[in-house]
């Protein structure tokens, strides 16, 4: 595997001062949790694609799959001269598919927190697509209150895929499509990907690989916050744990401090009691009546939801209601 290791170290004042503030305040709360997003610096966003690749996890080929049998379909219900709107874009493969079902595409804005990663994907789309206007922004969808002025007049579909919605709390959920919603406006639309509720071996599998890629993912945060936190944390010291929280239908992943230990960042020294868990991620599942209901409390309405046979994995198409 490829990181790019050169350009980690290219990282905004205001994104590391974000970062400082997130991780002081989440290792001195009572229940210990630094926000998924940090997840996601240069080094995660590789990362993260690596683990798309795990046979284990499912999501990434059947979501691919889905979205290759109905991007002509897709295509169609956005129609031509719209704005595709990509929340959490990645590396954007996915997109891929949609673009090139739609070539009376106005614009691509693909929006993700990992600056660097972000630049790079779209100069590669750019190089790919050169008929494509591709206009990447680096923000928090979270806080995102605008979209480039430039696609005033265009009809705006979302995309987002992956499961990114799963990391979300059902609150967080709620609060994000409602933006979306009035960031692609009343004749809007948005794709959405949702992991389905199944099996929980398999799910639990999707998220310890044997390879190990997914601990290193994990463990990529401590290693984040020892360069840009001045963070003392020894990577043997801790462990990735993920398991399925079948009440709460979500996965939940932690890092675990593997003995008594303390650590210090940006000069403050917390304590870690052996087995201490230090939560990192959600990934909640849904069922059809949750996808409804989760639609329908931003403010969406699903026109259709395409499956693949053994039902793993829903990619809905939702409209923007009245
Ligand atoms: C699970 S990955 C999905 C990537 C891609 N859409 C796919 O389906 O393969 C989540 C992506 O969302 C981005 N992300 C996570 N939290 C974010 C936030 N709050 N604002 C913007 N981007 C975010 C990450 O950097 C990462 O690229």
């Known amino acids: 595997m490829n990181l790019p290791i050169a350009s980690l170290e290219r990282v905004g004042t205001a994104d590391r001062e974000d970062f400082r503030s997130a991780v002081l305040a989440g290792l001195a709360s009572a229940a210990r949790a630094i926000p998924a997003r940090f997840l996601y610096d240069a080094r995660g ?137 009035r960031l692609l406006r009343d004749d809007g639309a948005l794709i959405l990907g949702v992991d389905l509720k199944k099996n929980s071996q398999r799910l639990h599998d999707a998220y310890n690989d044997a390879a190990g890629v997914t601990a290193q993912f994990t463990l990529n945060l401590l290693r984040r916050m020892n360069r840009e936190l001045d963070a003392t944390f020894d990577l043997a010291a801790f462990a990735h744990e993920a398991f399925y929280n079948s009440i709460e239908g979500r996965i939940e992943i932690y890092f675990r401090s593997l003995r008594p230990q303390t650590v210090t960042v940006s000069g403050r020294r917390f304590a870690f009691a052996a087995g201490e868990r230090i939560h990192t991620e959600y990934s909640y599942k849904y069922d059809d009546d949750g996808i409804a209901a989760l639609a329908a409390s931003g403010g969406f309405a699903i026109a259709k939801t395409w499956t693949d046979p053994e039902r793993l994995f829903a990619v809905a198409w939702l409209q923007a209601a009245a």
Do not use: W
Request: charged share 25%; glycine share 8%.
């Open 45 to 181: 966003s590789a990362l993260f694609d690596a683990i798309c690749e795990l046979p284990e996890y499912y999501l990434t080929r059947t979501e691919t799959a889905i979205l290759g049998g109905s991007a002509s379909e897709i295509a169609q219900r956005a129609g031509p001269g719209c704005v595709l709107v990509e929340f959490g874009s990645g590396s954007s493969v996915k997109s891929r598919l949609l673009l090139d079902a739609m070539p009376d595409l106005d614009a691509y804005v693909p929006i993700d927190i990992s600056r660097e990663h972000l630049d790079e994907t779209a100069a590669r789309l750019r190089r790919d697509y050169p008929k494509l206007r591709v206009e990447p922004v680096s923000a928090d969808y979270m806080a995102l209150d605008s979209l480039p002025a430039f696609i005033n007049g265009a009809r705006r579909i979302g995309f987002f895929p992956g499961s990114t919605i799963g990391n979300l709390t059902p609150e967080e959920a709620t609060a994000f499509l409602r933006r979306a919603r």
